[in-house]
């Protein structure tokens, strides 16, 4: 059974006009990296909110369809408990972490979920390490920098060691070099704990390489599903999203008559591409 | 401004830093209490200089020089309070001086207590778990409301709002494109921190373990026990001892 | 012109974080501040509106230095827009919103009402001008912020961030409202990290490092720099690594549709 099951989810918030999300359905397998991204208004974070529980309990409004994540009810369960297996990392680094050193933050979940001091000890040792942020951990968060902040973030979601990962928008906030960074350190989740990630990204020429689902919504609907080369074309440019730059170039090319075999979603395989017609 | 700068904590390494939460108000506390046993203006100016090489030690002089001076409109208010109302210049002067040696041993112990230290030695004696956290939340965040402020304010600046021109009311009015976004911007960022907080099972369950324990050393005991002995002292001093004091003969002319 | 003199800038708490800057914007310049965070940016153009005023050196706003000028007054010249615009809407309605500095400047009744329908219909805002400007989604609060510094037609307009937490189509639509406003002479300045927004607008590039001006030039001379841009926490444009990648391609090229006619142009040569 999919780690992430969603039928016919659709959700207004309380007093809204329209609704955020409109029938969708989305199912994704433990393990699996997606990307979801989409214009602004789109629903993207009113999807991750249905992810933990954040909506309906936290964002009460008008909910149908089912939604199961980790084989529970995002209806029939509190945040708390489905925190325990969906961890959410925010946009802005500022306001998710508030203790007055690093370690202290990593281990707030741990110690909201009740944990023993030696297994809080051991998560917090783990996160720390995992996410390279060991020499942080007496820092105060508002010392670090943007990424480092991320990093910890992360860490402190990671000590509860959850199967999901949501993150909406993380790089929002950062430079290039520490949006690279943490797209890396998630990725490395991804890969070698098997956690399974949903990415709320508009930043697709640093992430997709990480992935290889994309998911566009758009007004609420899941109007594009599938690979990065499938979805990174006329349509998707249509919506309005930052198609990686690489791939709109072959697309223009292609256009123009050359003779593209795949459109390329990194500039690696755009490299690959470019070569060959050149030397063709 | 600068008065809550003497409040504000900063992560030294100082002796008085590391000093347990809850020894430390022990000795605020002593303190307090001292100042309100007695009228005397030597000794309660004594109460206030003793503090001195505690800051110093805190290595928060300059902090604490900038809070004396900005609470000087209140400690000047009090002064003429207490003398409009009948009592003596000497009485006056002392309520002042007491005033300072309360807002100086405040100012100590919020300068080199960390919130979060706070927090745990409220946990720790059995305090309810949210209230500890609201309570080090509002402290935490007050460093973070006055840069939005400053924001805020620059800001509004840009769009050529004079704060220091207009006759009083428009001052007062002046302030509202301060005050609403600010007031805003707390509510957006304590809608954020809830979210965040809901996200990693806060208030899951009740029997909740800090990682971190407080723990008093020897040094801290002792404190303790210095403190209370001082309160003794001072108790039998104010109503056995013969204490030495001073009398300002002056009296503001009798208006009413 | 906004002409800047060995500019130092030291915060009260003796950080010291401009350390020397020199630098001349014309009128009409289009012009983008980038490098880390924390290298001083939005320090340097907070003391181009007078918020800030220099330690040492001077700022010249069409020749009148802001030491001797008030905030209000240079604002009328210089329009700031900050980065966050929560940190400035407080008005009932959008009208009354983007009203505000015209009152504080002082502009009579009809005149203001003029502008405010004006700069409402450039930045597509009709449809909202009597709605609460809390009530908007985040990126047309972004364009109420915009609208109200901009209906003060200051000569020179600075944006903090402009493009954080823009989708694609939000980019495009302001990329193309700068070229507007670059027709209008106005002087535009942007401070920012998006190397990809600043590869497809190509503006004049000044990199900020540790309080110093370490690269002054055209977009596509320093974004290709690979130390540089290294340097200054930021990446190179993809279309540039493509190009540093295959040999015979020429090295300043950092957008897309001149990557397309370069390419295209030397398959065409080959054959």
């Known amino acids: 059974m999919p780690i992430i099951d969603i039928k016919n989810l659709s959700f207004s918030y309380a007093g809204a006009s329209r609704p955020s999300l409109n029938d969708i359905n989305l199912e994704v397998e433990k393990g699996e990296f997606v990307i979801v991204t989409g214009p602004s208004g789109c629903g993207k974070t009113t999807l991750c909110r249905c992810l933990n529980g954040l909506v309906p309990n936290f964002y009460t409004g008008e909910l149908t369809g089912e939604v199961s994540v980790c084989g529970l009810d995002i209806r029939r369960q509190p945040t708390s408990v489905l925190s325990r297996h969906v961890g959410f990392v925010f946009q802005n680094p500022e306001n998710q972490l508030f203790s007055l050193t690093a370690e202290r933050d990593v281990a707030f979940g741990p110690e909201n979920l009740g944990l023993s001091r030696e297994e809080i000890r051991k998560r917090v040792e783990w996160a720390l390490k995992v996410t390279g942020t060991e020499e942080l951990r007496d820092r105060a968060p508002y010392e670090l920098s943007g990424g480092q902040q991320q990093r910890v973030a992360i860490a402190s979601v990671l000590a509860m060691e959850p199967e999901v990962m949501v993150l909406d928008e993380p790089t929002s906030f950062l430079d290039p070099k520490s949006s690279r960074e943490i797209l890396g350190v998630v990725a490395k989740l991804n890969r070698e704990l098997g956690i399974t990630v949903v990415l709320v990204e508009h930043r697709l020429d640093l992430a997709t390489r990480h992935s290889d689902r994309i998911v566009v919504l758009d007004k609420g609907v899941v109007a594009l599903d599938g690979p990065p080369r499938n979805v990174y074309g006329k349509e998707a440019h249509l919506i309005g999203i930052g198609v990686p730059k690489v791939a709109l170039l072959f697309h223009l090319l292609r256009q123009d008559g050359q003779q593209i075999e795949k459109i390329p979603v990194t500039v690696e395989e755009a490299e690959k591409e470019l070569r060959r017609i050149l030397t063709d | 401004m600068r008065v809550f700068e003497g409040f504000k904590f900063t992560k030294l390494q100082t002796p008085i830093h590391s000093m347990d939460p809850r020894a430390k108000f022990v000795m605020i506390m002593v303190v307090f209490a001292i100042s309100l046993l007695f009228t005397n203006v030597l000794i309660l100016t004594v109460i206030l200089l003793v503090q001195v090489p505690l800051i110093w030690l805190g290595r928060s002089i300059r902090r604490w020089g900038g809070s004396m001076k900005g609470g000087v409109f209140l400690a000047g208010l009090i002064f003429f309070m207490n003398l409009l109302t009948g009592s003596t210049f000497t009485y006056s002067l002392a309520m002042t001086i007491r005033f300072l040696a309360l807002m100086s041993s405040f100012s100590i112990f919020f300068m080199t207590t960390s919130p979060d230290d706070l927090g745990l030695a409220l946990e720790q004696a059995h305090v309810p778990y949210s209230l500890c956290f609201t309570f080090t939340t509002a402290v935490r965040l007050v460093p973070t409301m006055a840069v939005d402020a400053q924001t805020v304010i620059d800001a509004q600046r840009s769009r050529g709002l004079e704060l220091d021109k207009g006759n009083f009311l428009k001052r007062i009015r002046n302030y509202i494109p301060i005050l609403i976004p600010l007031i805003v911007s707390a509510i957006r960022r304590s809608i954020e921190l809830a979210e965040a907080l809901e996200s990693r099972a806060f208030g899951l369950t009740s029997r909740r373990q800090s990682l971190i324990v407080l723990r008093m050393k020897m040094s801290d005991y002792l404190t303790i026990l210095v403190s209370i002995l001082l309160l003794v002292l001072a108790v039998w001093a104010s109503i056995y001892a013969q204490l030495p004091s001073i009398e300002i003969p002056f009296q503001l002319p009798r208006l009413w | ?271």
């Open chain 3, 1 to 271: 012109m906004i002409t800047v003199e060995g500019l130092r800038y030291v915060y009260p708490n003796a950080n010291e974080v401009l350390r020397g800057i020199d630098l001349t914007i014309e009128d009409g310049d289009f012009v983008a501040i980038m490098g880390e965070n924390g290298a001083g940016k939005t320090t340097l153009v907070k003391t181009f509106n007078g918020l800030l005023k220099p330690t040492d050196g001077r700022v010249l706003i069409d020749d009148v230095e802001t030491k001797k000028a008030s905030v209000a007054a240079l604002s009328r010249s210089v329009g700031l827009v900050f980065q966050n615009p929560d940190h400035q809407l407080f008005c009932e309605t959008v009208r009354d919103e983007v009203a505000y500095s015209l009152r504080n400047f002082g502009y009579p009744p009809d005149v203001i009402e003029r502008r405010v329908r004006g700069i409402l219909e450039t930045l597509d805002l009709m449809p909202y001008m009597d709605s609460s400007p809390f009530m908007l989604s985040g990126g047309e609060r972004k364009r109420v912020a915009l609208a109200s510094v901009l209906v003060s037609n200051p000569r020179h307009m600075v944006l903090d961030e402009p493009t954080i937490g823009q989708d694609y189509q939000q980019k495009d639509r302001l990329r193309n409202f700068i070229v507007q406003l670059n027709t209008q002479r106005k002087t535009v300045v942007v401070v920012t990290h998006d190397v990809e927004f600043v590869a497809e607008c190509k503006p004049r590039v000044v990199l900020l490092s540790g309080g110093k001006i370490t690269a002054d030039g055209r977009a596509e001379e320093i974004l290709t720099d690979g130390a540089l841009v290294e340097r200054a926490s930021l990446l190179r444009p993809q279309i540039s690594l493509l190009f540093s990648s295959v040999s015979g391609l020429p090295r300043d090229v950092i957008d897309v549709f001149t990557a397309k006619a370069v390419i295209s142009n030397t398959v065409r040569g080959r054959k």
